[in-house]
Nanobody, 124 residues
Framework: QVQLVESGGGLVQSGGSLRLSCAASGRTLNTYTMGWFRQAPGKEREFVAA????????DYADSVRGRFTISRDNAKNTVYLEMNSLKPEDTAVYYCAARGGWTISTRNWAYDSWGPGTQVTVSS
């Protein structure tokens, strides 16, 4: 399995921006589809964004489409989530996940490896 560690979370005002990073070790990411999920207090973990191994295809939750951008640098074994126009409802723990397949999935159970998460808090 690949080991994942997220970074870049923090406290930001509504309308602000953050860039999350997900660094991988153990295996190279160039054969994995990568995803970002989030979990707010009292809520289930939900899909945010995903990107295929080549970066040629991405998918987003409707709630973040147009505000968030997922990207990857396979040479650096890192995946990013650029978050703009943040809202208080974006407050959650954000998780990076790896899926050993060629296709995007929005389902938690489709991903094999998970990072510990990074907290994002958006104040109003």
């Amino acid at each position: 399995q690949v080991q994942l560690v997220e970074s870049g979370g923090g406290l930001v005002q509504s309308g602000g921006s953050l860039r999350l990073s997900c660094a991988a070790s153990g295996r190279t990411l160039n054969t994995y589809t990568m995803g970002w999920f989030r979990q707010a207090p009292g809520k289930e973990r939900e899909f945010v964004a995903a990107i295929t191994w080549s970066g040629g295809r991405t998918d987003y939750a409707d709630s973040v489409r147009g505000r968030f951008t997922i990207s990857r640098d396979n040479a650096k074994n890192t995946v990013y989530l650029e978050m703009n126009s943040l809202k208080p409802e974006d407050t959650a723990v954000y998780y990076c996940a790896a899926r050993g397949g060629w296709t995007i999935s929005t389902r938690n159970w489709a991903y094999d490896s998970w990072g510990p998460g990074t907290q994002v808090t958006v104040s109003s």
